[in-house]
């Protein structure tokens, strides 16, 4: 730790030659930018994330962090204790997309890779995890240099399979918190393909939204197509269904509770003339209250069994419904942090570059870990990443930007890098500020 004579030294260097200083600063953001653009290069998709995994634990460890490696697959934990104080949890996610990348950058990924279904298939940091890894180790290279100004434990998690809606769940049910200290404040930042760099974006209360997917296996009774009154068709009976569906957000959900069930995928038959014996549907089911979940998914079962019954099928005929168990809850910000954490930012970067946005139907499973027994007080951002001169083309044009999870989606990596950390370090430093 500096003594009062170091930081004094320290602070009159920085006087007396202060471009000695911005040289250091500049030389740091160019060395986090060539870190984004190899983490951008070499992505790796959900449970495969062993490169991105060991380079994190590589960089942590040089700055004095414990870290712990193989948490929830090739999730880390890493820890530096600093004093007396909190526990405050950074989190990035380090997985990637089964994406092509289209954006023409010189540093554009090329990779490909054999996924879990043994396709091959090519790899794309298209949700910006490689800039979240990037501020997640320029915000420990900073706080590691001010460590006269903050107390207590800072806790960094590198998180696998966050696109999957796996990877919280797999850190935690490896005794994330029972292993390691429970924190006193979750922390995380996400890249926002709708801000320009410079800018960061806050919601209070819900940020994202809860998220499941289903399947449900339409049964009928199969034959030729030119003697239907013979069968009992399901891809009648799906038609009839999808259509149900979509009273319920409509008709039995409050129009001040949002709600969205979209079918996004439908397969059955082989042939025109042949009716199928089944038709299989996929859906995805997104809410922010939990007992809107629960309301949305009662109805779906409720809609798809009616239907089949008033369709004349027996019993051993009723639909297969599943809801898969990665069900991610909503994020939700919690508003005594976030009216703490607000003006802090409003501080660093002033207010013209913090907004408050609306809240978002994507889903993240952060929100796993503020959901425990615990209920560990939670905060997102968004950080901004498009090219500013991109952004105001396209805002007088009135065009869209590339979103999340495109081909085209590239952040401008210096100033969102630069924004990231210098917020990220800011939060870390109020909640942790030395007494």
């Not at 004094?8 to 911005?22: D, E, G, H, I």
């Not at 089964?98 to 298209?126: C, F, I, L, R, W």
């Not at 289903?214 to 003697?227: E, F, P, S, Y």
């Not at 027994?373 to 990443?385: N, V």
Request: charged share 20%; net charge neutral; proline share 7%.
């Amino acid at each position: 730790m500096n003594t009062p004579n170091k930081t004094f030294v320290k602070l009159l260097l920085s006087l007396l030659f202060p471009a000695l200083a911005c040289q250091a600063y500049a030389g740091e953001q160019r060395d986090l930018v060539s870190l984004y653009k190899h983490l951008h290069q070499n992505p790796e998709l959900s449970f495969q994330e062993q490169q991105s995994a060991a380079l994190l634990t590589d960089e942590l460890r040089q700055l004095g962090f414990k870290v712990t490696p193989g948490v929830g697959g090739h999730g880390l934990v890493a820890l530096l204790h600093n004093g007396d104080g909190p526990t405050v949890m950074v989190r990035a996610d380090m997985d990637a997309l089964p994406v092509k990348e289209q954006t023409g950058k010189p540093y554009a990924s090329t990779k490909t890779v054999t996924d879990e279904n043994g396709k091959t298939v090519h790899v794309m940091h298209a949700c910006g995890h490689d800039v979240h890894m990037t501020v997640l180790v320029g915000t420990a290279r900073q706080l590691v240099k001010d460590k006269d100004s903050w107390s207590g434990t800072l806790m960094m998690i590198g998180q696998p399979a966050e696109e999957r809606g796996a990877g919280a769940r797999a850190m935690l049910e490896e005794g994330l918190f029972e292993r390691f200290p429970v924190p006193d404040y979750n922390l995380m930042m996400h890249a926002d393909a709708t801000l320009p760099a410079g800018k960061i974006g806050y919601t209070p209360e819900y940020g994202m939204a809860n998220a499941q997917t289903a399947t449900i296996r339409v049964k009928g009774i199969g034959g030729h197509g030119a003697i239907p009154q013979k069968t009992k068709d399901p891809v009648v009976l799906t038609a009839q269904i999808i259509t149900g569906l979509q009273t319920i957000v409509s008709r039995e959900i409050s129009p001040l509770d949002p709600g969205v069930i979209s079918v996004g995928s439908i397969h059955g038959g082989t042939k025109g003339n042949i009716i199928p014996d089944y038709v299989d549907l996929q859906l995805t089911i997104r809410s922010y209250r939990d007992d809107v979940h629960k309301q949305l998914t009662d109805a779906i079962s409720r809609i798809a069994i009616g239907q089949a019954k008033s369709y004349g099928l027996p019993d051993e005929l009723m639909p297969e419904i599943t809801f898969r168990a990665n069900y991610t809850p909503a994020v939700y910000n919690t508003p005594a942090l976030t009216e703490r954490l607000i003006p802090v930012l409003n501080n660093i970067l002033s207010k013209d570059n913090v907004l408050e946005i609306p809240p978002v139907m994507a889903a993240e499973d952060f929100a796993r870990y503020g959901r425990t027994k615990e209920r560990i007080p939670t905060h997102m951002f968004w950080l901004g990443a498009v090219n500013p001169a991109l952004y105001a083309e396209a805002t007088k044009k009135g065009e869209s930007l590339p979103s999340l999870h495109s081909p085209f989606f590239a952040p401008e990596p210096e100033p969102t890098l630069k924004t990231g950390v210098s917020a990220m370090t800011a939060l870390v430093k109020e909640l942790m500020e030395k007494k």
